[in-house]
């Protein structure tokens, strides 16, 4: 039985941009965002312990975390799992999308340290120290009504599938799918022989799922427009 590095090696060294044999890709990016997240949550702690009580750095610990979390959006490849973990990661893809609302929400209330006109409101020094708090309660309740809504992790943020191909080209894949059962969803696996056996993981996506994805591109650009705005407001606005 083949074991786990050599796994790698083979996904790694037969990745095929024009075949779509892509697998490989998907553990480089795997152990990368793992890397990344943990760097961010160092650098988050590090801003925390220096200064507490600061309502700025509550802030900054709050998206560096919630930056980290998203950046490791590829557990599944981590390490070849098996069907069984579809559960676990079907909840780490809520508290991923959780992360995501919090993102946005910290996005656009940089407002609050960088004065901007017209929201003066989040000056307020009440606003600034509770708001590493109030938002992620915030986010709770948007993520939590949205799986209510819609009957479900998977009816929500979409279903997952395993998909196993076996030892040889020939053989029909098997999938398992949670936590929609879906006895007619079409798999299929790579022609190349030295790619077998092998499994793979499919997040399905919903219009929801997407357009959360999609919105942190119009909420980094508002908030980089605050940010650009901000400068020509007096610094004394902050007192």
């Avoid at 000056?123 to 986010?139: A, D, F, G, Q, T």
């Avoid at 196993?164 to 299929?188: M, N």
Wanted: glycine share 4%; hydrophobic share 45%; net charge neutral.
């Amino acid at each position: 039985m083949q074991n786990v590095g050599d796994y790698y090696v083979r996904m790694i060294t037969n990745i095929d941009l024009f075949k779509g044999e892509t697998i490989g890709i998907s553990i480089i990016f795997s152990w990368l965002g793992l890397f990344i997240m943990i760097y961010l949550f160092i650098l988050a702690s590090l801003i925390l312990r220096a200064r507490p009580s600061a309502a700025e750095n509550r802030f900054m610990f709050l998206l560096l975390v919630a930056e980290g979390f998203k950046a490791s959006f590829d557990w599944k490849y981590l390490y070849p799992f098996g069907p069984e973990m579809m559960p676990i990661f079907q909840n780490v893809r809520v508290v991923w999308y959780f992360f995501l609302v919090l993102s946005l929400l910290l996005y656009v209330s940089v407002c609050a340290f960088y004065p901007v006109k017209y929201f003066g409101f989040m000056n307020n020094k009440k606003v600034r120290n509770n708001i590493y708090w109030i938002l992620p309660v915030i986010s709770f309740l948007i993520v939590f009504s949205i799986i209510r809504s819609n009957d479900g992790i998977g009816n929500a943020f979409g279903n997952m599938y395993y998909v196993k191909c076996l030892t040889s080209t020939q053989e029909q894949p098997i999938y398992q799918s949670y936590p929609i059962q879906d006895p007619d969803y079409q798999t299929s696996c790579f022609d190349t022989p030295e790619y077998h056996p092998f499994a793979y993981f499919i997040n399905e996506s919903t219009p929801i799922s997407i357009l959360l994805v999609w919105s942190q591109v119009l909420f980094s650009f508002i908030s980089l427009n605050i940010s650009t705005n901000s400068a020509s407001v007096a610094p004394n606005c902050l007192q």
